[in-house]
């Protein structure tokens, strides 16, 4: 999986991947002003809308047949995600299987923990990118009614993708994970530090004045940060 023709052929495949629906799209999107017109006849509650600008987009299959292919090639271009990912995650497994006989134990692990953390960061897009928008793309494309909701809720979960690939980076790749655990444990000893000052007695002035301010306390227990963030 680290030869050159492997790699030049996954960058074309991200490049090329992309131009049918683009084409689709580009190609379906022409005639807008034909689209509203024909959408406001069939539903004239919804002119009020084309009016204030609030409409994002506006697709009707009896316009132009170019939405049916978009809608199509987005189908298509989602659902071939899935067996060529499956197909990606078998084949690095099976290479590090082949590599373990010329690698020390260390680097085995390291590696197959990094698949294992690639692996899972996969199921970010998956349920917040392709799963979401193949059913979007499905509904528009069957016109099924009454879901207005579902699709909506469904757009929404989709822009959760960032935060949630950036929590799933923190949580399940080591180091990030060790400076969590340390940032955590040192913003909580110092809240517990300032709110264990004492608060000077009546009786206990003088030895404030004469003595170590400090004297008075004794911590029973000490905590290594280090040694949380090294478990």
Same mark, same amino acid.
């Given at each position: 999986?680290?030869?050159?023709?492997?790699?030049?052929?996954?960058?074309?495949?991200? *490049?090329?991947? &992309?131009?049918?629906?683009?084409?689709?799209?580009?190609?379906?999107?022409? @005639?807008?002003?034909?689209?509203?017109?024909?959408?406001?006849?069939?539903?004239?509650? %919804?002119?009020? /809308?084309?009016?204030?600008?609030?409409?994002?987009?506006?697709?009707?299959?009896?316009?132009?047949?170019?939405?049916?292919?978009?809608?199509?090639?987005?189908? %298509?271009?989602?659902?071939?995600? %899935?067996?060529?990912?499956?197909?990606?995650?078998?084949?690095?497994? @099976?290479?590090? &299987?082949?590599? #373990?006989?010329?690698?020390? &134990?260390?680097?085995? #692990? &390291? /590696?197959?923990?990094?698949?294992?953390?690639?692996?899972?960061?996969?199921?970010?897009?998956?349920? !917040?990118?392709?799963?979401?928008?193949?059913?979007?793309?499905?509904? !528009?494309?069957?016109?099924?009614? =009454?879901?207005? !909701?579902?699709?909506?809720?469904?757009?929404?979960?989709?822009?959760? /993708?960032?935060?949630?690939?950036?929590?799933?980076?923190? *949580?399940?790749?080591?180091?990030?994970?060790?400076?969590?655990?340390?940032?955590?444990?040192? %913003?909580?000893?110092?809240?517990? /530090?300032?709110?264990?000052?004492?608060?000077?007695?009546? =009786?206990?002035? @003088?030895?404030?004045?004469?003595?170590?301010?400090?004297?008075?306390?004794?911590?029973? +227990?000490?905590? +290594?940060?280090?040694?949380?963030? @090294?478990?």
């Amino acid at each position: 999986m680290t030869s050159k023709k492997v790699i030049i052929w996954l960058g074309a495949l991200h *490049i090329i991947y &992309m131009f049918p629906t683009i084409a689709f799209y580009l190609l379906s999107i022409g @005639n807008r002003k034909d689209t509203e017109k024909f959408l406001i006849k069939k539903w004239p509650g %919804i002119e009020k /809308h084309f009016y204030f600008s609030e409409a994002c987009s506006a697709l009707s299959f009896e316009v132009t047949y170019f939405s049916y292919a978009f809608l199509v090639s987005c189908v %298509i271009q989602f659902t071939l995600i %899935i067996p060529a990912a499956c197909w990606l995650i078998w084949k690095c497994f @099976n290479t590090l &299987m082949n590599k #373990r006989q010329l690698m020390s &134990m260390r680097t085995y #692990r &390291m /590696h197959y923990q990094l698949l294992v953390t690639l692996v899972c960061q996969l199921l970010v897009p998956l349920s !917040t990118l392709i799963l979401p928008n193949t059913f979007n793309a499905l509904v !528009t494309l069957f016109e099924i009614q =009454g879901l207005q !909701t579902i699709p909506q809720v469904l757009f929404i979960l989709a822009t959760l /993708h960032s935060p949630l690939n950036t929590i799933m980076m923190l *949580i399940l790749i080591k180091p990030y994970r060790k400076y969590i655990v340390y940032a955590i444990l040192r %913003i909580k000893l110092k809240l517990n /530090h300032s709110f264990s000052q004492p608060t000077p007695m009546p =009786g206990k002035t @003088n030895e404030l004045k004469s003595g170590n301010p400090l004297s008075i306390l004794k911590p029973q +227990n000490t905590v +290594n940060i280090s040694d949380y963030c @090294n478990q």
